[in-house]
């Protein structure tokens, strides 16, 4: 990476800081490009200032443009939380197909390589488990969740026929559920509202009965994934993900007993078209990439918690809005 010049599209969101942060102490130069929706400048904060590193607030559904060579475009800008994208649909919509065909046309201008931050929501409800990435999904593309996975799998299309009609170096990851520190406590996602009730005292609301399942990765591994995707030729898709499967229930009592907590658990409503299970099959991540996580869930959840309390402060106070 030493000497490349990197654009990460969503580079103030969780993920796409961390992987601003990492190219950096690479020795590659980065542009940043967000229109903070869902991130923030104060992701990348510790970066400003950096003479090779440049934040750029700009909308990807908007006319892009940036001077100079690139020679990686890392596409990570979309609202990836169910709460978030429920929020934004269009927006959502928007950048998985305006926002996407900007991204490859930068990339294209430019003769960089391309990777797509794909989901292993593509898959919807699977009815194959654990997922290959020969498996096609089980997607409801008028339910709640479509503005999502849908945007996704047009995402995917778009990257595949730039690679095949217009000869792009292209590649795909399929990201599982990631987490880490700088989630926002109030994403909805599962994690972060866990660990957040668990530390106020709060009910910890499992939807459903709690036997669905989900494999979660923490955030360094889910990004040596993609750097090892990305520094390669490999076109993909290619799952990045823990295989480490626990229900919801599970999930919620370790992170009730890591953080000493004695909230109750409550069972509550499950969403719409909520995936029963969720597990990826790394062998292709494995093979080509010579890639597998290295942190297990009770590490990365310790390493979580401990940045939640820290950022916090008196978590009591400050998580309660
Ligand atoms: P995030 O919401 O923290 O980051 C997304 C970033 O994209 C935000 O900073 C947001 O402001 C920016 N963005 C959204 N629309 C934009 C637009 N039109 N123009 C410019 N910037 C825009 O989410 P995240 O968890 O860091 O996810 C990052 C990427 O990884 C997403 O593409 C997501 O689909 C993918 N992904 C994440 C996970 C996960 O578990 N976190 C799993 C699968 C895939």
Same mark, same amino acid.
């Given at each position: 990476? %030493?000497?490349? @010049?990197? +654009?990460?599209?969503?580079?103030?969101?969780?993920?796409?800081?961390?992987?601003?942060?990492?190219?950096? @102490?690479?020795?590659?130069?980065?542009?940043?490009?967000?229109?903070?929706?869902?991130?923030?400048?104060?992701?990348?904060?510790?970066?400003?200032?950096?003479?090779?590193?440049?934040?750029?607030?700009?909308?990807?559904?908007?006319?892009?443009?940036?001077?100079?060579?690139?020679?990686?475009?890392?596409?990570?800008?979309?609202?990836?939380?169910?709460?978030?994208?429920?929020?934004?649909?269009?927006? *959502?919509?928007?950048?998985?197909?305006?926002?996407?065909?900007?991204?490859?046309?930068?990339?294209?201008? %430019? =003769?960089?390589?391309?990777?797509?931050?794909?989901? $292993?929501?593509?898959?919807?409800?699977?009815?194959?488990?654990?997922?290959?990435?020969?498996?096609?999904? !089980?997607? !409801?593309?008028?339910?709640?969740?479509?503005?999502?996975?849908?945007? %996704?799998?047009?995402?995917?299309?778009?990257? *595949?026929?730039?690679?095949?009609?217009?000869?792009?170096?292209?590649?795909?990851?399929?990201? #599982? !559920?990631?987490?880490?520190?700088?989630?926002?406590?109030?994403?909805?996602?599962?994690?972060?509202? #866990?660990?957040?009730?668990?530390?106020? /005292?709060?009910? &910890?609301? +499992?939807?459903?009965?709690?036997?669905? *399942?989900?494999? &979660?990765?923490?955030?360094?591994? *889910? +990004?040596?994934?993609?750097?090892?995707?990305? =520094? $390669?030729?490999?076109?993909?898709?290619? !799952?990045? /993900?823990?295989? +480490?499967?626990?229900?919801?229930?599970?999930?919620?009592?370790?992170?009730?007993?890591?953080?000493?907590? $004695?909230?109750?658990?409550?069972?509550?409503?499950?969403?719409?078209?909520?995936?029963?299970?969720?597990?990826?099959?790394? $062998?292709?991540?494995?093979?080509?990439?010579?890639?597998?996580?290295?942190?297990?869930?009770?590490?990365?959840?310790? @390493?979580?918690?401990?940045?939640?309390?820290?950022?916090?402060?008196?978590? @009591?106070?400050?998580?309660?809005?």
């Amino acid at each position: 990476m %030493k000497g490349t @010049r990197v +654009v990460v599209t969503g580079g103030a969101g969780f993920i796409g800081s961390y992987l601003c942060e990492r190219l950096l @102490r690479r020795g590659a130069a980065v542009v940043c490009m967000d229109n903070f929706l869902t991130g923030s400048p104060r992701n990348v904060e510790h970066l400003i200032g950096r003479p090779a590193f440049r934040l750029v607030e700009c909308d990807l559904t908007e006319f892009v443009h940036v001077s100079g060579t690139v020679d990686l475009v890392l596409h990570f800008a979309s609202a990836a939380s169910p709460a978030d994208f429920l929020r934004h649909p269009i927006e *959502t919509l928007k950048v998985g197909a305006i926002g996407t065909l900007h991204a490859l046309g930068l990339a294209t201008e %430019k =003769g960089a390589r391309f990777v797509l931050a794909s989901t $292993s929501e593509v898959y919807g409800d699977p009815l194959e488990h654990p997922q290959k990435e020969t498996y096609w999904g !089980n997607v !409801n593309p008028v339910g709640p969740r479509s503005v999502y996975d849908e945007a %996704k799998r047009f995402a995917e299309s778009l990257t *595949t026929a730039y690679r095949v009609s217009r000869g792009a170096g292209t590649g795909i990851v399929r990201i #599982f !559920n990631t987490y880490g520190p700088r989630m926002r406590p109030h994403d909805g996602r599962a994690i972060p509202t #866990f660990i957040r009730q668990a530390l106020l /005292g709060e009910p &910890i609301t +499992v939807t459903g009965d709690g036997s669905q *399942t989900r494999s &979660i990765c923490y955030v360094d591994d *889910t +990004v040596d994934g993609v750097l090892a995707l990305a =520094g $390669s030729d490999v076109t993909g898709p290619v !799952n990045i /993900g823990n295989p +480490v499967e626990m229900s919801m229930a599970e999930l919620a009592g370790t992170i009730r007993d890591l953080t000493g907590s $004695s909230s109750p658990i409550r069972f509550v409503e499950r969403p719409v078209d909520d995936p029963a299970v969720r597990r990826p099959d790394t $062998s292709l991540a494995e093979s080509l990439l010579g890639w597998r996580p290295r942190v297990d869930p009770v590490s990365g959840l310790r @390493r979580t918690i401990e940045w939640f309390e820290e950022e916090l402060g008196s978590p @009591r106070s400050a998580l309660a809005h």
